[in-house]
């Protein structure tokens, strides 16, 4: 079974920085897409980050709202993916999902990590 765990979020004020984690039991992070998603209160799922996987290029792909801000990676060998966070602002605040694709219908959620952004 594929379990992502994400850690890291927490409360930081705004201009501030975090790193998200996410660690993936039962399977490897290099032969797929992996994807950090975030969700505020009333809002849709959106998605803010992705890394192609390994074999395609490990291309990268932002939200125009965290483009120059947010960094996604990914440590082959730590078998985890990363999401660095900085000059956080207010409207970053939400709940950070992971994401590990291989197809449509073999694809993996994590529980969410809760990040805010208040002074």
């Known amino acids: 079974q594929v379990r992502p765990m994400e850690s890291g979020g927490g409360l930081v004020q705004p201009g501030g920085s975090l790193s998200l984690a996410c660690e993936a039991a039962g399977t490897r992070l290099g032969p797929a897409r992996l994807g950090w998603y975030r969700q505020a209160p009333g809002k849709e799922r959106e998605l803010v980050a992705s890394?192609?996987?390994?074999?395609?290029?490990?291309?990268?792909n932002y939200a125009d709202s965290v483009k120059g801000r947010f960094t996604i990676s990914r440590d082959i060998v730590k078998n985890t993916a990363y999401l660095q966070m900085n000059s956080l602002k207010s409207e970053d605040t939400a709940v950070y999902y992971c994401n590990i694709y291989f197809s449509d219908d073999y694809n993996f959620w994590g529980q969410g990590t809760q990040v805010t952004v208040s002074s």
């Open positions: 890394i192609g996987s390994i074999t395609s290029g490990g291309s990268t």
